[in-house]
């Protein structure tokens, strides 16, 4: 057993982020802890505009706010190319009356207003789960968000842990594929996927996402590097924002199915690659090893692996990102 920290055996713990098990396993960790007050009050502010609404991420995440008003919580939704969302939030000790949306009501439905803004308040335990009970938005693959039968699917089943399982038994029988077979539609491919995006580059990734894949909504995420110190395997420049965008949803296989797989799943790994982007490995991956090399770490991954996995008692990780499949 090892301690791994910036000062011991430093080569490894910079390379565990995004190393998904391959150079071995945290059994215990240290991590920071950042105080909180009891609410947090949002303001869901509308764009017609994905540039504008980019352009406005990267304000907050310079200026640490917005319209002289400091901003602790951040992130968007994008439903159209005319309709997305920036979903503000600041922590408060002032009591007041607060949502919940762990019954009848849906988180990201409650984010749609007309025009402007649209102020609501959370208990910080839920603002932090707002998303689980729905898992984003796709617990209505599951009829979930049917209000009839929403009232009949018990709370403690209205989390992602839940429909995961739900997910598990359908890859396994191909439950949904042979319902669309007896329907008379092709097969559909899994698109699941979180890419980070230069912010500069965001914008124009939600344009050609929006004229090339048949998925909606998106959830976008701003990040950066916390210190000067990179991830080889995942190589986020310091200093720079990056935007995560999320879609999880199928699309129809592709035209050369079943002699090509992941068509749609290829065309955004090459957008995002051709933006300067990274893709998250916990879903399917389709690079050659060649790409994967150049994207994941490539040589410096190697050198850490036969440092702390001299026998290679573990999978690489191109065998467990993309050969799994």
Known sequence: MLTASPDQHGDLFRAFPNSYGTLGYS???????EPVKPFVALRHLRFGSLHNMVATIDR????????????????????????????????????GPVSDYTGQQIYYRSIQHDDGEKHDRLIVHDYLWRWDTDWFWCSRAFGAQNPR????????????????????YDQRFNIADR?????????????????????????????WFMDNVPIKP????????????????????????????GFWSSVPVGP????????TNKLIERAVRELDGHKSLYSEAFYSPEEFDELYGGEAYKTVKK???????????????????
């Open 307 to 325: 440092t702390y996995d001299p026998d290679s008692r573990l999978l690489d990780l191109y065998a467990k990102a993309v050969q799994r499949r």
């Open 179 to 207: 319902i669309e077979k007896r329907n008379g539609r092709p097969p559909r491919e899994r698109v699941i996927q979180d890419v980070e995006l230069p912010i500069e580059r965001t914008a124009e990734f939600l344009d």
């Open 256 to 263: 050369d199915w079943p002699s090509e797989e992941g068509h």
């Open 149 to 168: 039968i929403r009232r009949l699917w018990p709370r403690r089943y209205r989390r992602s842990s839940f429909y995961w399982k739900l997910m598990s």
């Open 60 to 95: 907050i995440m310079e200026t640490g706010g917005l319209d002289g008003a400091p901003i602790d919580y951040l992130d968007g939704v994008v439903f159209s190319a005319d309709e997305s969302y920036l979903c503000v939030g600041v922590q408060t000790s002032n009591p």
């Open 218 to 245: 998106l959830w976008l995420c701003p990040l950066r590097l916390r210190d000067d110190d990179e991830w080889p395997l995942y190589p986020l420049r310091p200093h720079r924002t990056y935007v995560n965008v």
């Open 27 to 33: 059994v215990r960790l240290k991590i920071e802890l």
